[in-house]
């Protein structure tokens, strides 16, 4: 495909409106009290790591703690952007985010920007990177024009980027520790014994309609084998149906069932 060639730079527009105006002044303005502020009140090291450990014992962050999901043969697994959020709060005089630099919906892309701010020490890394309007179904790639769809489809291949910029800036030691706190925490499970959380999971499940082989398919192992993070993982996709983010068909999609030849030849193909 032959893609125009663009010899002249976009005209800017003429005029600002208000908002816009507005909203300039007030982020430079807001990055200049962020180092003033940075410097006037340093953190305490001691309480950003004594605000970590409480948080990190917290049953309901350290679930959220580690992403864990499936390619090919092996599952990918490691902190989640939950525990990053956390961790910057607790570090302190941080800035992170996520912008949205340019949409070009001729080509069906946006060009993304996820950056974090350590304003304290001045240690800051960015990432640029482009994000097709497009999403993986299981009927295969399918072009968003929806603007809430594209929307979020730019919020979560950017909550990765975000994600890998703030621990970029925090101390590897910090999010080490937190890490074994938080697994620490998933392995006693508010008390319960592994096996009670597998059947409590279950039973939930059997609300929502669907079965164990549907779990069990998911996880890419029996419930014998399941481990504490397959429960946890299995309780953040709960609440995520129960807040309409995903759907039990798009989570736990119908198994294809396999037709024998003796079915195929009763029903005459």
Known sequence: MNYPVQT?????????????AVEQSRAAAEVQAAVVVAQQCPRDIQLAISQMRQSCQQQALA??????????????????????????RCWGNVQYGLVELRRDDEYGQSEMQAFA??????????????????????????????????????????????????????PPWFVEEAKDICNNTIKRGGGKPLDQRIADAIRLYGTLGVTAEQIE???GRPSGKWLEHDVAQLGVIYKSVQRGEVTVEDEFPEPTKEVTADELTASGQ
């Open 217 to 219: 398919a998911k996880l």
């Open 63 to 88: 679930e959220r703690a580690f992403f864990r999901y499936s390619r090919g043969k092996g599952t990918i697994t490691g902190p989640s952007v939950h525990l990053a959020r956390e961790l910057a």
């Open 117 to 170: 701010w350590d304003v304290q020490t001045n240690s800051r890394t960015s990432s640029t990177f482009v994000v097709p309007h497009r999403r993986d179904t299981k009927d295969g790639v399918k072009d968003l024009t929806d603007m809430r769809d594209i929307y979020e489809n730019n919020a979560n291949n950017g909550a990765r980027r975000v994600r890998e910029a703030i621990f970029a800036i925090l």
């Open 8 to 20: 002249q730079p976009p005209a800017t527009p003429q005029r600002i409106g208000q908002g816009t």
